[in-house]
């Protein structure tokens, strides 16, 4: 059933295709290849915009998905850049949002246009030739490049919710399947369709519940508020009572968001015996800055029996905690946007916390979508998020995708707790 309505439903998106080069506005070239980018780059995003909208129509994201992949195979090579400019906008248009916070909207757009640069000179590559099964490998080799080091675009990510597992070589089948159905020309391109069958997914990955009752907390706070020195009462007080609330309902575990004490919570003694007195009756995860040999960290602190460990940020976002430029470019972009500001400092290697016997990986935002967090296959992961930097948009929602993704990979369970969006359970599909 799956495969008969996958194969038809490629059948109707072909025969659109065809129907498209027929109508008069589509006779002139420059036009029918921006109109046909403009749907090859609106197919290849919507399955974040529909889980965006609580829209999750396994057959749609399918169809979409190979849509958009059988559009890339066979768009002109103009076409393709400009295909790729607009998935570069349609995934990343939030990114400069941050730059609002340092006081440079003026940023933010020319931000949304340089990530559509990247993406049409990175699809911009399927150009080099107008052979299907050329392009359908330099698809593949693609998904494996992260352009300056962000590694949001998956292509595979496109069937998190579809019938299609995320797998490379489900990947590769589906490339496969598209690249040979534009390469043959007889009774048998049909027939190759079927390889499209071994890209189905059909069991879901096995996961376990740990024996722990764990209270996530999702906060509201501005990213424009977080930081005043005047709010720094009121969100401490916030967090001690959601803290002891949680006592109070026999929680064994609370999870506060990334940043939840936007302060260095190490130079700060009294906070850090108030947590310590608490932890005696429920274990406490917190994310918070650390402040250690004249080095910051964005780091997450763990109390529990009235001791705590920290654990040290392995992963970080690339121009939003280190810019990863050569040194005297990196000297000029932190003294021209950042204040000045030093990059945070990263760990050598994932943490893990053992609570009531049982092991957690720790993950600090960005990280939870990253492939080395994933090492080993762990069962459990505790993520922390501070999303305000850019909401309202779809970063949320791309960033649970993303956990999601690795979620299914690695048949991992994943608690989030975040400020803004995106705070809940994530388990394999």
């Known amino acids: ?7 038809l439903s490629l059948m109707g998106i072909i025969s ?36 965006h909208w609580r829209i999750e129509i396994k057959l749609l994201d399918s169809l979409l998905g190979l849509g958009a992949l059988y559009g890339l195979l ?9 295909a790729g400019f607009f998935i570069g906008l349609l995934w990343f248009y939030w990114i400069g949002y941050s730059f609002e916070y340092y006081g440079m909207k003026w940023v933010v757009p020319l931000i949304a246009i340089g990530f559509g640069l990247i993406y049409a000179l990175f699809f911009g590559v399927l150009a080099v030739t107008n052979e299907a099964w050329i392009r359908a490998g330099l698809l593949f080799l693609l998904s494996f490049f992260e352009p300056v080091d962000f590694n949001w675009l998956q292509p595979e990510l496109l069937f998190i919710h579809s019938y299609f597992g995320v797998e490379k070589w489900q990947f590769s089948l589906i490339l496969i399947a598209l690249s040979l159905f534009i390469l043959l020309h ?11 069958a071994g890209a189905i997914s059909f069991s879901s990955p096995e996961f376990k519940t740990p024996p722990l009752s764990i209270k996530l907390v999702e906060t509201t706070i501005p990213q424009e508020l977080k930081w005043l020195p005047q709010m720094r009462s009121p969100i401490l007080a ?27 919570l190490n130079t700060h003694q009294d906070i850090i015996e108030q947590l310590k007195e608490r932890s005696h009756h429920i274990a406490i995860i917190t994310g918070a800055l650390l402040y250690e040999n004249e080095q910051n ?5 763990f109390f529990n029996e009235g001791e ?23 000297r000029w972009v932190n003294d021209t946007f950042f204040n000045g500001t030093a990059d945070y400092q990263s760990a050598k290697h994932p943490t893990d916390f053992l609570i009531k016997g049982v092991k957690f990986r720790n993950a600090v935002c960005y990280e939870a979508s990253c492939k ?52 809940g359970i994530i388990t394999p599909e």
């Not at 460990?309 to 990863?324: D, H, N, R, T, W």
């Open 308 to 330: 705590f460990e920290i654990a040290k940020k392995m992963i970080l976002v690339p121009f939003g905690e280190y810019v990863p430029l050569p040194d005297f470019a990196r």
């Open 74 to 82: 066979l768009l002109r090579k103009r076409a393709l850049f400009i």
């Open 186 to 196: 007889n009774r048998w391109r049909f027939a190759v369709l079927a390889l499209l």
């Open 372 to 423: 080395e967090l994933y090492y080993g296959d762990p069962a459990y992961l505790i993520v922390t998020s501070n999303n305000a930097w850019f909401t309202p948009s779809i970063e949320p929602t791309l960033q649970r995708l993303l956990i999601q993704f690795y979620a299914n990979k690695h048949g991992s369970t994943i608690f989030h707790s975040a400020n803004s969006a995106g705070t």
């Open 297 to 301: 960290y964005n780091v997450t602190y």
């Open 16 to 51: 659109l295709m065809k129907l498209f080069n027929e109508l008069p506005l589509a006779k002139q070239p420059l036009l029918q290849d921006l109109l046909l980018a403009i749907i090859v780059a609106l197919a290849f995003s919507a399955f974040i915009y529909l889980a």
């Open 238 to 264: 916030a967090n001690f009572q959601a803290i002891d609330k949680a006592i109070a309902q026999h929680y064994d575990l609370i999870v506060l968001p990334e940043s939840a004490y936007p302060l260095y």
């Open 1 to 7: 059933l799956y495969l008969s309505t996958s194969l």
